[in-house]
């Protein structure tokens, strides 16, 4: 989170003095003394080497800044539809990857217990219901879970296999 917090200041500041670089030439003034006759002109800019040289480094490590921000940074492709209508159980390590702190907690809690209804979600996160409607709609639509209607009742069972070790929910 603070590294991509810090990539995006880093990209946001290259794309500003880029701009400003481009914007802002450098002043050329030239002198033309013939005789008694001096010409200054002030209104020529030109981009000098430096320029075209800081222009063109910093457009190449923006470039690299923004790629390694959409191709390697921690954002993960969600799990395929398919998998949860072939029966497939997903791993506990694959299922919390990229899901937030609030997400996990609420998959902790329904990977414990198996099958557990919406409202005691509700009860045991402390969470609104809008909120854990959201949460259960993203972790469904990732198939890490099937909600099913029961009367009145919704019930949620889990698509993820508990982790050898023992889920500690806080």
Request: aromatic content about 10%.
């Amino acid at each position: 989170m603070v590294k991509t917090t810090l990539l995006k200041i880093i990209i946001f500041l290259l794309v500003l003095i880029i701009t400003f670089k481009i914007l802002t030439p450098s002043p050329i003034y030239i002198v033309m003394e013939n005789g008694r006759i001096n010409i200054r002109l002030r209104n020529i800019f030109i981009y000098t080497f430096f320029d075209m040289t800081l222009i063109a480094s910093l457009s190449f490590i923006l470039g690299l800044l923004i790629a390694y921000y959409f191709l390697i940074s921690e954002t993960k492709m969600p799990i395929r539809i398919e998998e949860i209508r072939e029966g497939k159980i997903v791993s506990w390590n694959n299922a919390v990857k990229g899901l937030d702190k609030d997400e996990i907690k609420v998959l902790k809690i329904i990977v414990e217990w198996n099958k557990i209804y919406q409202s005691e979600l509700v009860k045991r996160t402390g969470f609104s219901k809008s909120k854990i409607s959201r949460i259960l709609g993203k972790l469904e639509y990732r198939g890490l879970i099937v909600r099913k209607r029961k009367g009145l009742k919704k019930i949620v069972i889990s698509m993820v296999s508990k982790p050898r070790h023992q889920i500690m929910v806080s």
